[in-house]
């Protein structure tokens, strides 16, 4: 598990990779949330909200690293133009079904991932990556 996981919208990969170090608050907007294994996270909301299949977007490299990686233990990666598609127009209950979905998976691998709080990682999400579509941006995770 990751210590702290803020996902962030950026114009550009080159942007994005720059918070490498510092985080993205001081130069973007973003959500913060701790806990979470935010690539696999990212992996699983894709298969559950698109249909997508885990080894196929294991194989495809997504979710696409940005910055980092073994360096000092921070990683900036893009969420692909697929899942944020979708995240931007999912229905509030489209993202209910997936949040009670992915807090079950996490029940039977023995996390604790309450289904309220899922809803509201994937709901706050889904408004960021709405907001960053309209402005032309990408959504980008750091981790640190």
């Given at each position: 598990?990751?210590?702290?996981?803020?996902f962030f919208a950026?114009?550009?990969?080159?942007?994005?990779?720059r918070?490498l170090r510092?985080g993205?608050?001081r130069?973007f907007?973003?959500l913060?949330?701790?806990n979470?294994?935010?690539e696999?996270a990212?992996?699983e909301?894709?298969?559950?909200?698109?249909?997508g299949?885990?080894?196929e977007?294991?194989?495809?490299?997504?979710?696409?690293?940005?910055?980092?990686?073994?360096?000092?233990?921070?990683?900036?990666?893009?969420?692909?133009p697929?899942l944020?598609a979708?995240l931007a127009?999912?229905?509030r209950?489209?993202?209910?079904?997936?949040?009670v979905?992915?807090s079950?998976?996490?029940?039977e691998?023995?996390?604790?991932m309450?289904?309220?709080?899922?809803?509201v990682?994937?709901g706050d999400?889904?408004?960021?990556?709405a907001c960053?579509?309209?402005?032309?941006?990408?959504?980008?995770c750091?981790?640190?």
């Amino acid at each position: 598990m990751s210590i702290i996981v803020e996902f962030f919208a950026a114009p550009d990969d080159a942007s994005a990779a720059r918070v490498l170090r510092t985080g993205p608050r001081r130069a973007f907007e973003s959500l913060s949330f701790g806990n979470v294994d935010p690539e696999g996270a990212v992996i699983e909301w894709e298969c559950l909200l698109s249909g997508g299949n885990f080894e196929e977007l294991v194989e495809a490299a997504e979710p696409r690293i940005i910055a980092g990686q073994n360096d000092d233990g921070c990683v900036v990666f893009a969420i692909s133009p697929r899942l944020s598609a979708t995240l931007a127009e999912a229905e509030r209950s489209g993202l209910e079904d997936a949040a009670v979905a992915w807090s079950v998976r996490h029940a039977e691998g023995r996390e604790v991932m309450d289904a309220e709080i899922a809803s509201v990682i994937l709901g706050d999400l889904a408004a960021l990556v709405a907001c960053a579509r309209g402005q032309v941006q990408g959504v980008y995770c750091w981790v640190a």
